[in-house]
């Protein structure tokens, strides 16, 4: 499932004044359950300086404990106020597959430093991404341009392209065949309890984001009593893991593609795409039909295109950065804008790390259906009425037919016993759909749903929306949630769509897009 700031009023929301109960000081600095070595920090050798990162011996198989041991990198900046100090806080950017090591960077930003400061802040990259060992790489240049078009036009281009993602699944078989049963999100959330323990916390805070929401809700299912604060942001929903969410985003990617179009259109005397959304709709599949025959610079051909304007979905404070790339080359045939927005959000190309661990995850996780004809018949209906990411996201997920692990997830995502938790949710999000935010809310009873309405983004805290933020940092300073509600429990006006800059001629991202690699 890989990621404009208006300042909005927070008048109205209803924020409790009570604060929920959280553990004492001595429980959050009672000492370790942890057995293995502690672990030995030192500076990040490519992070900001008072950032440490350290492994964690954790076992590849944890019914086998005494078996085969895998390493988990780990980074922290640790608390400065020692006087209103609130524990580890661990973050997760989603993917699967995103590493999270620079988050204790990343997160003093969108903490604010006087709350950062408080809190220990833990990044880690998850089994088989980055800096663990090992690292699965299966194949680094799967994602080398030009790839065959996405969308088959007959029977025998569907089947290289399956043929093609069954030769990936047996290069990882090949690769780490040892390892891929044992890369599931229990896993994962397991080796975050034992991060905790090398720590030597009674107690963890966590906030994930995309990805990252389901794997902090298993591990809140399976550790209910070491969770201190959860914070879920742009939410999987657990009842669709993972075959039906990746169909699920492409009716909603195809939603958000329309309001970009729509968007491009208001703005004609910039863009000269037309005045309509089908207008600049047909001027973007003109021009990847264009690519498809002759790809910009050997680089950026149909899929490469789709890839790069995919990250429209997730923010919309790219919007323009794409509009201008499409309305150079659509109109003036000029390739470095669309080549240069490829490198900045579509290139994968050259180390195929974090797919790698996508495929190990999502394929081992949950049962995928093997025979090809049900998902000939389900992606075909899909594109019908979803043309936009149906077959790309088809063939991004399609080695889980042939995986050599046989899916299985018997872990039903449960937060009864969590006493207190805080979810965010953007009712347009295309990358979670709003449902998701809706089905994991039904299943902790006592947390709070905080909807942005319609705003179409993905990834809504510490993002500058005054309204999503004070909510968060309340909650991250003290325990304080909105009122209870029926439904969502808080509603925040969206951010604002953007305005085409005086000047259409950037090849970098907008200010405001924060994005980080290993954020979806």
């Not at 927070?10 to 604060?19: I, K, R, V």
């Not at 049962?367 to 991004?396: C, I, K, Q, V």
Request: with cysteine.
């Amino acid at each position: 499932m890989k990621k404009i700031l208006i300042a909005l009023a927070t008048a109205g929301l209803g924020l409790s004044g009570a604060l929920v109960t959280a553990p004492a000081m001595a429980d959050a600095q009672q000492a370790p359950d942890h057995t293995s070595p502690a672990p030995v920090w030192e500076q990040c050798a490519a992070l900001p300086a008072g950032i440490e990162c350290a492994s964690v011996t954790v076992p590849l198989d944890y019914d086998r404990p005494w078996g085969k041991k895998i390493k988990i990198a780990v980074s922290r900046k640790t608390a400065t106020d020692t006087a209103h100090y609130q524990g580890a806080i661990l973050f997760n950017p989603g993917g699967p597959g995103g590493s999270g090591l620079g988050y204790p960077s990343v997160m003093q930003t969108r903490l604010g430093a006087p709350l950062a400061a408080q809190y220990d802040l833990i990044g880690f990259d998850p089994r088989g991404v980055g800096s663990s060992e090992p690292a699965l790489r299966c194949d680094p240049h799967f994602f080398d341009p030009v790839r065959p078009d996405y969308i088959p036009a007959n029977w025998s281009e569907e089947s290289a392209w399956l043929k093609r993602m069954q030769g990936y699944s047996k290069a990882c078989d090949s690769a780490y065949g040892d390892v891929l049963k044992h890369m599931t999100t229990i896993d994962a959330a397991k080796d975050m309890d034992e991060i905790r323990k090398a720590l030597g916390q009674k107690q963890i805070s966590y906030v994930g984001y995309s990805y990252g929401t389901y794997l902090g809700a298993t591990y809140a299912t399976l550790f209910p009593s070491k969770v201190r604060r959860l914070v879920l942001d742009s939410i999987v929903n657990p009842e669709r893991v993972w075959y039906g969410a990746n169909i699920d985003q492409n009716h909603a990617f195809e939603a958000r593609a329309k309001a970009f179009f729509a968007w491009i259109a208001q703005y004609d005397a910039t863009y000269h795409l037309g005045t309509t959304g089908a207008d600049v709709e047909k001027a973007f599949y003109d021009s990847r039909a264009k690519l498809k025959a002759t790809p910009a610079e050997g680089r950026v051909g149909p899929d490469e295109l789709d890839d790069t304007y995919l990250a429209g979905g997730y923010l919309k404070s790219r919007w323009p950065l794409l509009a201008n790339a499409l309305s150079r080359y659509a109109t003036a045939g000029e390739t470095a804008p669309l080549v240069a927005a490829y490198g900045t959000y579509g290139d994968s190309s050259g180390d195929d790390n974090g797919f790698a661990v996508y495929s190990a995850v999502e394929c081992t996780d949950a049962r995928w259906p093997r025979d090809w004809g049900t998902w000939h018949r389900d992606w075909w209906e899909s594109y019908r009425t979803a043309p936009f990411l149906s077959w790309g996201n088809a063939w991004f997920n399609a080695q889980c037919q042939s995986w050599p692990v046989r899916g299985h997830n018997d872990l039903r995502i449960n937060g009864w016993a969590i006493k207190n938790a805080l979810f965010f949710q953007d009712t347009k999000d295309a990358a979670t759909p709003y449902q998701g935010g809706v089905e994991m809310h039904s299943r902790f009873p006592t947390s709070r749903l905080v909807v942005m309405d319609g705003g179409g983004n993905h990834g809504l805290t510490g993002r500058g929306n005054a309204c999503i933020d004070d909510i968060w940092k309340a909650y991250l300073t003290d325990g304080t949630l909105p009122a209870s509600r029926p439904g969502p429990d808080a509603h925040c006006a969206p951010f604002a769509d953007p305005v085409p800059p005086a000047a259409t001629l950037r090849s970098a991202p907008t200010a405001d897009d924060d994005w980080v690699p290993g954020e979806r």
